[in-house]
Nanobody
Framework: QLRLVESGGGFVQPGGSLRLSCSAS??????????LAWFRQAPGKGREGLSC????????NYAEFVRGRFTISRNNADNTVTLQMDHLYSDDAAVYYC???????????????????????WGKGTLVTVSE
């Protein structure tokens, strides 16, 4: 069982930056065999996939509306994944979640699922507020 805990959310003014972190723990917690991703959900809206990083850390994917503003990175030694968010707008206000998908048979460290893939583990989220 993998436990994911997000941190780093808070209040930021438009144009500002935040850095979210997600730490993994649990029995046998090692992120080497997991794809990691960030999602968000704003009030009254559906969940959106933002970014994904492959298990080997060498491939990333971004939703078009965050590409160039958000950067995902992972540190398997520390069991963490981060999301650097720059140039935040009011539309970026949401609860942000990290998630993990286990590598299954036939999938290697380069595997990158689509954002609608059913992730295996989810954190409880961290709130990001963007306002003047």
């Amino acid at each position: 069982q993998l436990r994911l805990v997000e941190s780093g959310g808070g209040f930021v003014q438009p144009g500002g930056s935040l850095r979210l972190s997600c730490s993994a723990s649990g029995a046998g917690a090692t992120l080497n065999n997991y794809v990691l991703a960030w999602f968000r959900q704003a009030p009254g809206k559906g969940r959106e996939g933002l970014s994904c990083v492959s298990a080997n850390g060498l491939a990333t994917n971004y939703a078009e509306f965050v590409r160039g503003r958000f950067t995902i990175s992972r540190n398997n030694a520390d069991n963490t994944v981060t999301l650097q968010m720059d140039h935040l707008y009011s539309d970026d206000a949401a609860v942000y979640y990290c998630a993990a998908a286990r590598l299954g048979p036939g999938r290697d460290g380069w595997w990158m699922p689509a954002f609608d893939y059913p992730m295996d583990y989810w954190g409880k989220g961290t709130l990001v507020t963007v306002s003047e």
